[in-house]
């Protein structure tokens, strides 16, 4: 019982993964979509087109809705070991990158703030919860 409440709440933090990386891709396209509060050290608008939101001429919102998604696919097909802690670091990568960015451009955006608690939340259920 205690394995499947664990793989559901992995099931429940990639799905949100997948969801505010749709969004967030949605809004690299068409601005005009995104909703965020303007309030001082908050400015997703300045954070999602800075020049930081863009990595090898593909937004960062596509890799994470890439990395989110073969997580779902990893974890669907059992992938255990090191594939697994390799795709876990790539994402330790993209919770660093997205920090850094937030962090030299001086505002916050609660979007990938929320991508930033869910990497940790799923690296937590990886390494710290036992199966």
Sequence with gaps: MRKNLRAN???AVLILGVIVSVYLTIVHFEPTALVCPNTGPIDCEQVLT????VVLRV???V?????????I????????GIVADVW????????IYSITAMDAIGKICIY???LDVLI???LLFRFAVKE
């Design 9 to 11: 709440a992995i099931y």
């Design 50 to 53: 800075s020049s930081y939101s």
């Design 73 to 80: 696919a990893l974890f669907r097909l059992g992938v255990r």
């Design 88 to 95: 876990g670091l790539l994402g330790v990568g993209g919770l």
């Design 120 to 122: 940790v939340l799923l």
């Design 59 to 61: 937004p960062l919102a």
């Design 112 to 114: 990938c703030s929320s």
């Design 63 to 71: 890799w994470s809705l890439i990395w989110f998604a073969a997580w």
